[in-house]
């Protein structure tokens, strides 16, 4: 996708951060997940980062197990040559499509990058385009062990709900506002409104085949910390 196809670039971005983290405890108990360490570097920190390699500079940040040690850790994203506001989720965390929901206000006009907190990708956020005829543009990556039925199929840069080859998503995402068209505020999963633009043609895909890791237990972590050999970027 590139511009001559009409494709859009995120105007702005999001991070998710406002889980619990409950498959990563003891750790998550004292620490929220995005804070959590890869070689040195909070996962966050590494997401921020790369919306600023990515020349996004407005990025925001959904709050809710912990969300103060997150806040206090990023501050105003000056350090980091971005803006960041924050969401908060209280007393309830809103799940993902909710807490975007939530946070759609800071994210127009849009269209927008949104990210999850907990992943560790060299996935380069600058090449990540909106296609004209899209509501949606999914990154997608191959099952990994943990996962290995995927989550959705692809066929000529579209996603589908039903295929019999199946890939996972990344977490990683743009979207526009009509995505979330006809959901008020409050908890809300992300997968039936997937389903749903996939159902309209509207939900693009690509696949990537780079470094992604979910982060998603403590031994994964160790795992991720031991098995790296060099900078990733």
Known sequence: MNASSGALRPLAAMILAAGRGE????????TPKPLLRVRGETLIERQVRACARAQIRR???NLWWLGAQIREH???GSRYGVTIVYSEEQPQALETAGGIIRALPHLLPGPFAVVNGDVYSDYPLDTLRLPADCDANLVLVPNPAQHPRG???FAAGRALAE???RWTFAGIAIYRSSFFAG???????LKPLMVRSMNAGRCAAEIFTGVWEDVGTPERLRALNAGLDGPLG
């Open 23 to 30: 498959r990563m405890r003891p750790l998550t108990d004292t």
């Open 59 to 61: 990025i925001v940040v």
């Open 74 to 76: 990023l501050g105003d």
């Open 151 to 153: 989550d959705f199929g």
């Open 163 to 165: 295929a019999a080859q």
């Open 183 to 189: 959901y008020a505020d409050g908890p809300q999963a």
